[in-house]
């Protein structure tokens, strides 16, 4: 069996294909919250086409994918090096601090930026996930 953190790097990747198609390039930069932060913003202007199971089984992977891109994001662009990594959280890939001190929730950031809008902007998430991890 793969090591979870292989497993969710993989679906970080169906992200990037995903974006790719929408002609979005993804690439593992802080900066990049803001293609994804577009591409969520149509999930959320077209919100009453998700209506029913599939929809909302639609939505959720969308939340899966994108979450588990903005999280490689944040360890690529420093937070490993601060001592966080992938953990199962009740069945959801977070990021946690090894001690234990600080969580992270992508998956649950994106999807609450899927249902609110802007104003759960995932630029400002990676912005206030590396501030806080700075101290």
Known sequence: MK????VVCRIAE???????QSGVMLDYTAES?????EILENYHDNIENYGGADG?????NAAVMFGAYIGEVLLRQGLSEKGFAWV???GLPILRMQDGKMTA???????????NGAEDSLESFVKVVFAAAEG
Not at 56 to 60: A, D, G, R, V
């Open 14 to 20: 169906e992200a990037v294909n995903l974006a790719k």
């Open 3 to 6: 090591k979870f953190s292989e």
């Open 33 to 37: 919250a803001k293609g994804v932060d």
């Open 56 to 60: 909302e089984k639609t939505l959720w």
């Open 88 to 90: 199962e959280d009740e």
């Open 105 to 115: 929730s992508p998956i649950t950031k994106v999807q609450k930026r899927i249902y």
